[in-house]
T-cell receptor
Framework: AQKITQTQPGMFVQEKEAVTLDCTYD???????LFWYKQPSSGEMIFLIY??????QNATEGRYSLNFQKARKSANLVISASQLGDSAMYFC?????????????FGKGTLLTVNP | NAGVTQTPKFQVLKTGQSMTLQCAQD?????MSWYRQDPGMGLRLIHY???????DQGEVPNGYNVSRSTTEDFPLRLLSAAPSQTSVYFC???????????FGSGTQLSVL
């Protein structure tokens, strides 16, 4: 079974609107961390936001927020006021113990296109 | 601030050739890892290291070797390249396995 599932291969959003990118995860470990990375067309991997499983509040970083629903095992990324520069591939990732504390498992990604 | 440095950025190999992808970090990170990225597959972990002298296999280790003789360097070796190893390779590091990963700029490898 996949540990990280991103069900949206592609998403479109109008500039200045908000968009939600979905991510569900699967783990039996009570201690885990969830990450979102952005990969623009230039190819580099850019860290966006982190949520720990014991964090009481949803993580926020500027225009990025993480809608963390622990019971549903979802960690959706919300981008507010989309900009043209937000067009990129977005990856959700999880680190859990699962035999090792050091493996970060990635989803297959969502390609976001921001239209002017 | 160099961060994580990968070389080369591009490489073309013939089937059966060997090569080493270099990765160096200057942040004194204990944890280093190699991922490969293929279209529609996300990033998959090849090998990782939690410190000098310690390495372990990830999800897709076959056909790749690694070693960690120093904290700074974590080279990835392809002993006999195959077309299935055509991919983009990323090296990444973090201060511990629990922190965010810092990525190198990637190596685009084609095996003909």
């Amino acid at each position: 079974a996949q540990k990280i599932t991103q069900t949206q291969p592609g998403m479109f959003v109008q500039e200045k609107e908000a968009v939600t990118l979905d991510c569900t995860y699967d783990t039996s470990d009570p201690s885990y961390g969830l990450f979102w990375y952005k990969q623009p067309s230039s190819g580099e991997m850019i860290f966006l936001i982190y949520q720990g499983s014991y964090d009481q509040q949803n993580a926020t970083e500027g225009r990025y927020s993480l809608n963390f629903q622990k019971a549903r095992k979802s960690a959706n990324l919300v981008i507010s006021a989309s900009q043209l520069g937000d067009s990129a591939m977005y990856f959700c990732a999880m680190r859990d113990s699962g035999g090792s504390n050091y493996k970060l498992t990635f989803g297959k990604g969502t390609l976001l296109t921001v239209n002017p | 601030n160099a961060g994580v440095t990968q070389t080369p950025k591009f490489q073309v190999l013939k089937t059966g050739q060997s090569m080493t992808l270099q990765c160096a970090q200057d942040m004194n990170h204990e944890y280093m890892s190699w991922y490969r990225q293929d279209p529609g597959m996300g990033l998959r972990l090849i090998h990782y290291s939690v410190g000098a002298g310690i390495t372990d296999q990830g999800e897709v280790p076959n056909g790749y070797n690694v070693s960690r003789s120093t904290t700074e360097d974590f080279p990835l070796r392809l002993l006999s390249a195959a077309p299935s190893q055509t991919s983009v390779y990323f090296c990444a590091s973090s201060s511990t396995g629990r922190e965010k990963l810092f990525f190198g700029s990637g190596t685009q490898l084609s095996v003909l």
